[in-house]
């Protein structure tokens, strides 16, 4: 939970997106109403309720960018459907309460990674001994052992291969779903976890000190943990925290009922709703609340209008936002600005092969015009065109690059116009390409 005001989280949210003030400070004043939240006392605070947003724009404009970078300033557990998923063949009702055990793996994992760190240091020592059992064995004199964790330290068996045993991780059984049935696979991860604790599941592996390292740290931090506590704080960031982005909502607003085998999209919106409302799922860590997790769902709402939701879905996500379809100059500014901008990107990688590459910013401005003549003639997929038209006019260099060490390219208008300016200038080529 982060304590930023609405204020700082959109100058945080600024670092990575370009524009879209709305979208910006409506989730902004989202997550500030959870940390409100969490200053009431008593009962007060389980009545207030999530305000859900509905995002409304077209593919690429940062949708999903602005919720997952939300996601990962509030450090809350995260997860991305899309809601058309469930309409699909196969999918029947209660599947949607996946989206919340799901989510409370991600959970699980963004616990279990930060209380590793806590446990760091005291993991550390235990590897380590670890390795020196494997170097020595367990009986040598404490002089050997004592000169060979010196060089351990010093590095100087980095190289040196050693015999470790681990724990093979989930591997066991399978997981399986019985058609039908969508609890039932928790049934079979039991089995597996007996099975598991039965033993049988460790394997003697041959590796490098070094490559061993990360390993057995992060086994000898697993065993250090409490798992039971870990589960609890996963849950409760699940419920409290949690956010989860629901994709394509307006492709499940009710048109034709039951298209072949598909279930019915309103049908979907119906399961939703109570996960959206507040409700109880269990799941094979416990059972985990609903109530306040943050839904924020989106849609280009092309053909479709909000207004076709059903009523109480609507009513469940009462804020509203529109993002804007990006200009040419969201698109300068989106390759350039942003922290990990494409143009940056591009640049690192191609200096770890020792090239350097000078992008002139009449390049800059020309990517800007490819990518917007394309999404104009072909589809307008948004930022993502950038990326396909950088990969397109860098193609030659990212090829030759390590013949280039040492080298600066230079990288203009000229440059872009030779890569892709005829692609562009061709629909039916540029469909297949750019
Ligand atoms: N305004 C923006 N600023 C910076 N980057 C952007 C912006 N809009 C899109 N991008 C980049 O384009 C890519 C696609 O954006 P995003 O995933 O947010 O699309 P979206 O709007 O959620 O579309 P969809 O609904 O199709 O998933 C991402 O890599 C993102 O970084």
Same mark, same amino acid.
Request: hydrophobic share 40%.
């Given at each position: ?234 849950? #409760?960031? &699940? @419920? !409290?925290? %949690?956010?989860?982005? +629901? ?128 999404? #104009?003639? &072909? @589809? !307008?997929? %948004?930022?993502?065109? +950038? ?48």
């Amino acid at each position: 939970m982060t304590d930023f005001s609405p204020r700082e989280i959109v100058s945080e949210l600024d670092r990575f997106i370009v524009g879209q003030t709305d979208a910006k400070r409506a989730v902004s004043i989202a997550l500030r109403n959870r940390w409100r939240r969490q200053q009431l006392e008593g009962s007060l605070r389980e009545e207030v309720l999530p305000k859900n947003i509905l995002m409304i724009g077209p593919t690429g404009v940062g949708k999903t960018e602005i919720a997952r970078r939300l996601a990962k300033l509030a450090n809350a557990p995260f997860l991305k459907v899309e809601a058309t998923k469930f309409t699909e063949v196969g999918y029947v009702g209660r599947d949607v309460e996946q989206i919340v055990r799901d989510l409370v793996e991600v959970a699980i994992a963004q616990v279990r990674e930060r209380k590793r760190k806590d446990v760091q240091a005291r993991a550390q020592l235990a590897a380590e001994e670890r390795v020196l059992d494997a170097l020595v064995g367990a009986n040598a004199s404490s002089a050997t052992r004592e000169s060979f964790r010196k060089k351990l330290r010093a590095g100087e068996l980095n190289d040196k291969e050693i015999e470790i045993e681990t724990q093979s991780s989930g591997g066991g059984m399978p997981m399986f779903e019985i058609p039908g049935m969508p609890g039932a696979q928790m049934g079979a991860i039991s089995i597996g976890d007996i099975f598991g604790k039965l033993g049988g599941r460790s394997k003697t592996r041959r590796l490098t000190v070094e490559s061993s390292h990360e390993i057995l740290i992060n086994e000898e931090s697993d065993k250090l943990l409490d798992t039971e506590q870990l589960t609890l704080e996963a849950i #409760s960031a &699940v @419920e !409290n925290n %949690g956010i989860v982005f +629901l994709d394509e909502i307006d492709k499940i607003c009710a048109r034709d009922g039951r298209v072949g085998g598909d279930v019915s999209r309103e049908g979907v919106q119906r399961d939703l709703l109570p996960l959206i409302e507040g409700t109880t799922v269990s799941t094979k860590h416990g059972a985990v609340k609903t109530d306040h997790i943050l839904f924020i769902a989106s849609g280009a709402f092309h053909v479709a209008k909000p207004s076709d939701l059903l009523p109480e879905l609507q009513g469940r996500l009462p804020i509203r936002v529109e993002l804007q379809a990006l200009t040419r100059d969201d698109m300068r500014r989106i390759l350039t600005e942003p922290e990990a901008s494409l143009i940056k990107q591009y640049v690192a990688l191609m200096q770890t092969e020792g090239v350097t590459l000078d992008i002139t910013d009449n390049a800059i401005d020309a990517l800007a015009d490819v990518a917007v003549a394309v999404n #104009s003639t &072909v @589809e !307008n997929i %948004g930022a993502r065109r +950038l990326q396909t038209v950088m990969e397109r006019v860098l193609d030659e260099i990212s090829f030759t690059a390590p013949d280039r060490n040492g080298e600066t390219i230079r990288v203009d208008a000229d440059f872009v116009q030779k890569h892709v300016g005829d692609l562009a200038k061709n629909a039916d080529l540029s469909r297949f390409i750019l």
